[in-house]
């Protein structure tokens, strides 16, 4: 396992990846951050590392593009899942966990949706930010509710009030 750290406008980002992929982004002290161990390498001018360093200074400079980084995902078959459905949510925009659980075909899981959204290993290009409440209110984010606002603020998903202001957040979820 290799690490490298980068700083960003909210604060220092853990990386962890491979030689193949990212593992893991990490804002420095969230929830579920990985402990750094002996045994793991700082490689900084590892290419993923320098990939994700650079989509990371574009992201906070609002340029929208893909994240072209290779990314492997390491949790349960539900988790990956609903990381992978994440990947869906179009930056700008919001879902609710009652209509990503809907998405990934779990209706009535939405607490098992949201401990997994909470354990999203790669913050930001795998937008759980996105994922708001069913009123559209700003509801837990491993980073911090502060990190999450700052997010959705970048891009542009949140009303005057503080809530999410696309269709979508605020859309009830059909039955399934």
């Known amino acids: 396992m290799k690490h490298a750290l980068r700083p960003s406008p909210l604060g220092e980002i853990l990386l962890t ?13 969230q929830k579920d951050q990985p402990t750094i161990a002996p045994h793991w390498r700082v490689d900084d001018s590892h290419p993923i590392a320098a990939m994700t360093s650079d989509r990371i200074e574009r992201y906070f400079l609002g ?7 290779p990314i492997a995902f390491a949790g349960t078959r539900f988790q990956v899942a ?8 179009p930056r700008g925009e919001t879902i609710s966990y009652t209509e990503l659980a809907r998405r990934v075909g779990a209706p009535a899981a939405v607490r ?21 409440g069913s009123n559209g209110a700003l509801t837990g984010y491993a980073g911090g509710l502060p990190r999450k606002t700052h997010l959705l603020r970048l891009e542009r998903a949140l009303g005057e009030d503080g809530r999410a202001s696309t269709q979508a957040a605020r859309r009830p979820a059909r039955a399934a």
């Open 17 to 29: 990846f491979d030689d193949d992929a990212l593992l893991g982004l990490y804002f420095v002290g």
């Open 63 to 69: 340029v929208e593009e893909p994240f072209e980084v």
């Open 82 to 89: 609903v990381w992978r459905a994440l990947l869906d949510i």
């Open 112 to 132: 098992a949706v949201g401990a997994a959204v909470g354990r999203n290993p790669v913050s930001i290009f795998v937008p759980c930010h996105r994922v708001v």
